[in-house]
């Protein structure tokens, strides 16, 4: 699978009216985070004035996907891909401490296997 790579600093205007995938690709998707490069094509077409669905129709994603990265992935109000790819990382680290305590704890490790 191909993405279509967006760079936030180039001067060619995003094409808004075609979509970044067919309609056979987003029925077959399983779920994945956003990448830095959706993230990115995700602000510009916000500031650009699209709304949530249109948003989603063009990355393919569902609209509560994107609903989502805009409320959570917020700072200050603002949506930064940036920051909603660092609050991401920080999410997935701490949600994987709680299982890696069992690997330093020996008597935890053996009552738990």
């Not at 993405?3 to 936030?8: G, P, Q």
């Not at 993230?39 to 129709?57: E, F, N, P, Y």
């Not at 700072?75 to 690997?103: E, F, I, N």
Request: overall charge positive; hydrophobic content about 35%; proline content about 4%.
């Amino acid at each position: 699978m191909t993405s279509k790579v967006i760079d936030c600093y180039a001067s060619v205007p995003l094409n808004l009216n075609t979509p970044v995938c067919d309609t056979e690709e987003m029925t077959t998707r399983c779920f994945r985070h956003l990448s830095y490069e959706e993230r990115v094509a995700l602000k510009t077409l916000r500031d650009a004035g699209l709304g949530i669905r249109a948003i989603a129709q063009q990355l393919c994603r569902s609209p509560g996907a994107i609903a989502y990265e805009l409320s959570e992935k917020s700072a200050r109000g603002r949506y930064d891909p940036q920051k909603a790819a660092q609050k991401t990382r920080v999410r997935r680290y701490l949600g994987k401490r709680g299982s890696l305590a069992v690997l330093r704890d020996a008597a935890l490790a053996a009552y738990v296997w």
